[in-house]
C-alpha cells in the first residue's frame, strides 16, 4: 500500500516562475492536507482540500499560493512569480475522512535562486 | 486550540526506554492527543494517539495521566534511528467526529546515543 507520493521531491525555480507540488494521497484517502515548514522553522497549516472542495484555507497566504484537488489526478499547490522567501519544505498528507488518522508524504523541498 | 509543552530536547542511550513528557493542561474533554515524528529530511511520521486510556502499538506506548493534563510517549528500546523531532498535538474533534487539522509545535529534539 503505497503511501501518501509528493513529487517533485526537489524544484529549483528562479525568482519570478512558477512552481507546481503535486501530491497523490494514499489509495481511498479523500482528504488532502498542505503544511509548509520554513528552514529551522516549525511546520504550518497551510490548506485542506477534499475531492474538489476546498474545506480550510486559513494557512494559505492571500496571494500566489493556490490549491486544487480535482476528481482526477493529484492534488496541486501552485506558487505564482515564486520569491526567495517560498524557499521551504512542502509537506502534503492525507487522511481517508475527516477526523481519521493523517499520514505525510516525504515532501518537496523548494528552492528559489 | 489547547495548547502543549514539551522539553525543547532530550538524550537517551541506545537500547534504553525513552520517556517523552508532554504537558497539556488547557486540554478539553473531546481532545485526541497524537504524537508524530520527524526525522531529518523526512515528513512526519505518525506514532501513536488516544483519548483517555494508554495505548500500545508497535512503535511506542502512550500513557495519558488520569487528569488527562500530561501523557508520556514511550519508546521501550531506543535505537540510533529513533533520533527525531518528536511532536505531542492535541487534535480537537467535534460532535460529529470531525476534526481541525494539525497544529505542530517545536517538538523534542531526541538524541539517541550509542
Known amino acids: 500500500n503505497a503511501g501518501v507520493m509528493q513529487n517533485p521531491r526537489h524544484l529549483v525555480r528562479r525568482r519570478g516562475q512558477e512552481a507546481r507540488l503535486r501530491c497523490s494521497p494514499m489509495k481511498g484517502h479523500s482528504h488532502v492536507y498542505w503544511y509548509r515548514q520554513l528552514p529551522e522553522e516549525g511546520l504550518k497549516f497551510m490548506v485542506y482540500l477534499q475531492k474538489e472542495n476546498i474545506i480550510d484555507e486559513s494557512g494559505m497566504p492571500k496571494e500566489r499560493f493556490s490549491a486544487e484537488f480535482p476528481k482526477e489526478g493529484p492534488s496541486i499547490l501552485r506558487i505564482q512569480q515564486v520569491v526567495r522567501g517560498d524557499s521551504a519544505a512542502y509537506f502534503c498528507?492525507?487522511?481517508?475522512?475527516?477526523?481519521?488518522?493523517?499520514?505525510f508524504g516525504e515532501g518537496s523541498w523548494l528552492t528559489v535562486v | 486550540d489547547a495548547k502543549t509543552t514539551q522539553p525543547n530536547s532530550m538524550e537517551s542511550n541506545e537500547e534504553e526506554p525513552v520517556h517523552l513528557p508532554c504537558n497539556h493542561s488547557?486540554?478539553?474533554?473531546?481532545?485526541?492527543i497524537h504524537w508524530y515524528r520527524q526525522l531529518p529530511s523526512q515528513g512526519p511520521e505518525y506514532v501513536i494517539h488516544g483519548l483517555t486510556s494508554n495505548v500500545n502499538n508497535r512503535m511506542a506506548s502512550l500513557a495519558i495521566a488520569e487528569d488527562r493534563k500530561s501523557s508520556t510517549l514511550i519508546l521501550h528500546r531506543a535505537t540510533l534511528r529513533d533520533a527525531a523531532v518528536y511532536y505531542c498535538i492535541l487534535r480537537v474533534y467535534g460532535s460529529s467526529g470531525s476534526a481541525r487539522q494539525l497544529t505542530f509545535g517545536s517538538g523534542t529534539q531526541l538524541t539517541v546515543l550509542p
Open positions: 488547557t486540554i478539553s474533554g473531546t481532545d485526541y
Open positions: 498528507a492525507s487522511s481517508p475522512s475527516q477526523g481519521n488518522t493523517i499520514y
